[in-house]
C-alpha cells in the first residue's frame, strides 16, 4: 500500500475529536483551521521540535516520541498555567510506514484526548525525522504565570521529584517508572492550572533545575537560595545513584518536564498540595547560591544542555 | 564565536515589533507567548513544513528560504481571507552560522513587516535543515472563506499568473522575476481579505491548479468546467515555453501560491479586481472538466506533487 499525504492525515491524525476544552469551527481539511478563543480569555501559545538522535536516543518507539513531542509543549502550556485546546503538528518523515505511524498516532491522541486537546490541522513531509508541535492554551485574562514576576522573599518550589529522566537517558535497563519519566514525562498541566493567582512566576524544567531557575532570576532581575539536599528525589532513583549523584542529576540533566515555581508568603496557605517542595527562596542578590542545609556551600560543575 | 540558542533568538530573532495586526501581551522569552483575539473575531491557525532539497533545491539562498517558509504559510491565511497576527518559528539547523542566519534573518523580517506580522516565539534545534513556521490570522466571526462552500453556477477565478514556479523549479538561468515566483512567491493577503463575503470558496494554488481545485470540488461535493486556454500566462513565461506547456505548467507544477476561488453571479459586480480571471464554472457533474475554447477536451496528463 503506498500512502500519500492525504491518506496519512484521514488514516492516523484526522480522528473524531471526542470533546475539546475550546470551540474548534473548523478542524482538518481546509488552508487552516478556524477557532474561536473564549470571552475574557488569553490565548498561549508555544512550539517545540524533537529532532531524531537529538532530542531521542534512535530506539525510541513511534509511540514515545509522538508521546514526548506532544507533552514537552504541553509542559510548556502547564508553565504558564494554561488549560490545553488546540494542537498542530508538523511530521517530517524519511518514509510512511503504516506500524510506524499507527504507533505514533496511538501515542499522539492518548496524551491529547487525556487532556481534552484537539489536534485542528498539520503538514507531513518527506524528510529526517523531526517533529514540530505548536500548542495552544487558554487562561483568564491576566492570570498567566511568567518568569519575569518572581519577587524578592517569594518561597521556591518544584513538583513531583527530579532527575530521574536524566539518569534514564543514560541508560537504557532500568525500571520502566523510571524510563516513563524521560520517554512519558506528564505535563503538570493541573498543577500549573491550580497556580493561578498563587506563584509570581514559573517554568518548566526541560533544561535542569539551574539552568531554567536561571531564567526566572534573570528575567526577575532577582537572585535566590537552593538548598540542594531539599531537592526531591525518587526512591527509584536513588536505588541507582548516590544522593550526590541524584543532587547533580537535578539540577543539570533536565528533561524532567516538572515545574520550578516561586510563591509568596502570604499565599503560601493557599497553596495547598502534596505533590510539590520548598527548596529555598528568592533573594536581592543576584545569582543562585546553592548550599546544603548544614550551611556547606554546593560547588556546580555542569551547565544545563547547550543546542549548539 | 560560539552561538548558544538564546544568543541565536536574541541576536537575529528577538527583534522590536514595529507594528502587527493584534495584540501581543508577552512575546519571545518565556515558556509561551500571550495574545488577545479581538472581540467579534476568530483565529486562523496552519502550519508548514519546509525540508532542505525535499521543498527547496541546496543552492537556495538563505534569505529566500526564510522569505518562502513564511510566504507558505502566510499564503494559507490568504486563502482563508484571514489578516495575519502572529507567526512562531522552529528553525532546525546543522550548524549556527552567524552569516547564513542573519540572511536568513533578513528574509523573514522582510515579509513579516512588509505584512504588520510579528514573531512571537520559536524553537532553535540542532539537527538536519528544516523550518517549520505556524501562522495564526483573525477575521471577524463567521467571514473565513473555506474550500467547502462552492455552489454549482460560481464563476471560477485565480489571481494573476500561473506557471511561472514551475518553469523556475527546472531551470536556474531565468530572469530573476520567474525565479522570484518561486523563490519570494506573494502570499495574496489583500486579495484574500477582499474576497471576504464575495467569495464562497477559496485555496492558495500551492501543488498545481488542477490538484488544488479538486481539493475544493471534493469538499464541496461539485464539479467544474476549466477552460484551459483561459487560464493567465505571463509574458515572461510565454518567452521560454509554448503556450501548451505554460497550461500544463499551470495545472500540475504548483508552487504559485495564487489563489483559486468560486464566485456566484450575484456578487460579481462586487468583484472589482484587475488581477484576477475568469477560468470556468463550478457544475454539478462531479469531477475536473478540461477543454479549450473551441471545445476540444484537454487532456490532463500529470498529477499534483506527492510527498510520499
Redesign the interface.
Known amino acids: 500500500m503506498?500512502?500519500?499525504?492525504f491518506d496519512?492525515i484521514q488514516t492516523f491524525f484526522n480522528k473524531p475529536i471526542t470533546k475539546s476544552n475550546a470551540n474548534i469551527?473548523?478542524g482538518i481539511?481546509?488552508?487552516?483551521?478556524?477557532?474561536?478563543?473564549p470571552?475574557h480569555h488569553?490565548?498561549?501559545?508555544?512550539?517545540?521540535?524533537?529532532?531524531?538522535?537529538?532530542?531521542f536516543p534512535s530506539h525510541t518507539s513511534a509511540y514515545d516520541i509522538a508521546y514526548k513531542a506532544l507533552a514537552v509543549n504541553l509542559s510548556?502550556?502547564a508553565?504558564?498555567g494554561?488549560t490545553p485546546a488546540?494542537v498542530?503538528?508538523?511530521l517530517?518523515?524519511p518514509?510512511?510506514n503504516e506500524q510506524w505511524l499507527t504507533d505514533f498516532s496511538n501515542g499522539f491522541f492518548t496524551l491529547a484526548n487525556h487532556f481534552h486537546t484537539a489536534l485542528?490541522?498539520?503538514?507531513?513531509?518527506?524528510?529526517?525525522l523531526?517533529i514540530?508541535i505548536?500548542?495552544?492554551?487558554i487562561?483568564p485574562?491576566g492570570l498567566?504565570l511568567?518568569?519575569?514576576n518572581a519577587q524578592v522573599g517569594d518561597l521556591i518550589f518544584v513538583t513531583h521529584t527530579l532527575g530521574d529522566a536524566g539518569l534514564a537517558l543514560q541508560h537504557q535497563t532500568l525500571p520502566q517508572n523510571i524510563l516513563d519519566k524521560f520517554y512519558r514525562p506528564e505535563p503538570q498541566i493541573v498543577i500549573g492550572e491550580k497556580l493561578r493567582g498563587i506563584a509570581n512566576a514559573?517554568?518548566?524544567i526541560s533544561d535542569g533545575l539551574a539552568a531554567d531557575l536561571g531564567h526566572i532570576l534573570e528575567?526577575s532581575h532577582v537572585g535566590a537560595e537552593i538548598i540542594v539536599d531539599k531537592i526531591p528525589l525518587s526512591h527509584s532513583l536513588l536505588e541507582f545513584v548516590s544522593i550526590e549523584q541524584g543532587i547533580q542529576l537535578a539540577l543539570t540533566a533536565g528533561d524532567d518536564y516538572e515545574l520550578c515555581f516561586t510563591v509568596p508568603e502570604n499565599k503560601l496557605s493557599q497553596l495547598n498540595n502534596n505533590h510539590v517542595t520548598c527548596i529555598g527562596k528568592i533573594t536581592k542578590n543576584s545569582g543562585l547560591d546553592l548550599h546544603y542545609q548544614n550551611g556547606k556551600k554546593y560547588d556546580l560543575k555542569i551547565h544545563g544542555y547547550?543546542?549548539?
Chains 1, 2 share one sequence.
Open positions: 503506498t500512502l500519500n499525504e496519512i469551527i473548523l481539511g481546509d488552508d487552516a483551521a478556524i477557532v474561536a478563543v470571552e488569553e490565548l498561549v501559545i508555544t512550539t517545540d521540535t524533537l529532532v531524531a538522535n537529538v532530542h510548556d502550556l508553565a504558564m494554561a488546540w498542530t503538528l508538523a517530517t518523515l518514509e510512511a485542528i490541522g498539520g503538514d507531513i513531509t518527506r524528510g529526517p523531526s514540530t505548536q500548542a495552544h492554551g487562561i485574562k498567566a511568567r518568569r519575569d514559573a517554568i518548566d528575567k547547550q543546542h549548539f
